[in-house]
């Protein structure tokens, strides 16, 4: 029955599929680490070191990852903390997005990406640098805000090549 529950808790981590229009949501995912330690009754699963997840072309890469599924399926919230974690995808149309911040949060329902702690995140060229960046990839808007007094947003244009 554990067993059971506990692949239902995998399996979890698919639920997004329905709301997605990325071809990578309907595919199976895929988390590799060292260690794992899971709570059936809390819904939380915990992998630690060298935490690989894959789902079609989307990649993340972190020392630890947390998946909180305690809401219900399709609310699952991701959260990767590395030194940094890393985010690679290919969104509708092929447009690369690269991420990485000391902690990634990823909601489910709401498909946004929180970056927290050396945010970084790249997109057809561009890159935003900034303490925390939100992005909705649905919408593909970015909010991003500085921490400190002294660290400020910076944003770098990249010219179309012709």
Known sequence: MINKTLWALLFSLCAFTAQAQNKDFVEPVSVNSDNFDGSVK??????????????????????????????GQGKEVFIAFGSPAVYSQLLDGDKPIQAMANEIKYDVASRVLTLTGKAEINQSGSLVKSEKIQYDLEKQKLNAESGKD?????????????
């Open 42 to 71: 809390e819904k939380k699963l915990i992998y630690i070191g060298n935490v690989v997840v894959k789902q079609g072309s989307l990649l993340i890469k972190a020392d630890r990852l947390e998946v909180d599924s305690s809401a």
């Open 150 to 162: 002294t660290e400020r947003v910076t944003t770098i244009f990249t010219p179309e090549k012709k």
